[in-house]
């Protein structure tokens, strides 16, 4: 890929995806790549939590499978993410108390 960033300064990206279980995990780094394509033509910014918690094995937020995936459909959709069953921080665990 190549394009022009900050200042105008030509920049050069060549990207290499080695994994050890490929077989297995090509589906979801393809599903990954097609939502980050769908969040980058919707100018959606920052991390995307939906696709994470169903693809990923250490998301920055962890949902159970059930809930990830009905979050991905609703981000594909353009529907608004409320997750349902959502298991709790343990900041929130901690004021719970």
């Known amino acids: 890929m190549e394009g022009r960033i900050f200042g105008d300064v030509p920049i050069n990206l060549e990207l290499r995806l080695s994994v050890e279980d490929s077989p297995n995990s090509g589906?979801?780094?393809i599903d990954a790549i097609r939502i980050c394509k769908l969040a980058m033509d919707r100018k959606v910014?920052?991390?995307l939590l939906a696709i994470s918690a169903?693809?990923?094995k250490?998301?920055?937020t962890q949902y159970p499978d059930?809930?990830?995936k009905e979050m991905v459909d609703r981000f594909i959709r353009g529907e608004a993410i409320k997750p349902e069953g959502r298991i709790p921080s343990k900041q929130q665990v901690a004021t719970v108390r």
Do not use: Q, R
């Open 27 to 29: 589906g979801s780094s």
């Open 45 to 47: 910014a920052g991390p």
């Open 54 to 56: 169903y693809t990923m």
């Open 58 to 60: 250490h998301p920055p």
């Open 66 to 68: 059930e809930v990830a």
